[in-house]
């Protein structure tokens, strides 16, 4: 499992991503509804914590951040400045109606760093922890005679407001 969950003192969800992997979206919904049975339907917040997010499947970390958010932007990709890629929110999600928080730190990486940067330009959570590792480019793997591969960067992750990831966290 890539998602562990518990209720908090006060109705406060507590959800941790260790990394965006094939069901981790699934996960969170499992575990958002069995927190707002335990609860009885009264989740007060939420924190969602990517302390420690190596990153991962890029889809995983979209649909997770858009079970917070109930609209706006989530990331675009631009190659040579210009945008490939606009990913947005869509209405409703599990904690969409509560406040929120998220926990960061310098080993948040990549997909994690893009949900972080959604929730946050979105003004829908608080961001808390250290810079993130910084790691935002998109790239592709080439391969070579022999087995061997070739990792290229061919564009760039930025967050709705146009902050580049990578780099600078």
Do not use: C, W
């Amino acid at each position: 499992p890539s998602v562990a969950a518990r209720m908090l003192e006060g109705n406060i969800a507590y959800v941790r991503v260790k990394q965006f992997q094939e069901h981790s979206h699934d996960e969170v919904v499992a575990a958002a509804a069995r927190l707002r049975a335990e609860a009885k339907g009264k989740i007060l917040g939420v924190v969602l914590d990517l302390r420690n997010n190596p990153g991962g499947l890029v889809d995983e970390a979209v649909e997770i951040a858009d079970e917070i958010l109930s609209s706006g932007g989530i990331y675009t990709t631009r190659h040579r400045g210009q945008v490939i890629d606009d990913v947005k929110a869509k209405a409703g999600g599990a904690f969409a109606d509560v406040p929120a928080g998220t926990l960061v730190n310098e080993y948040a990486a990549s997909a994690s760093e893009l949900g972080a940067g959604a929730l946050q330009d979105n003004k829908r959570t608080i961001v808390v922890g250290a810079n993130t590792f910084s790691k935002g480019s998109v790239q592709a793997i080439i391969g070579l005679p022999g087995g061997a591969g070739l990792r290229l960067t061919i564009a760039r992750y930025y967050t709705p407001s146009g902050h580049a990831i990578q780099g600078d966290g």
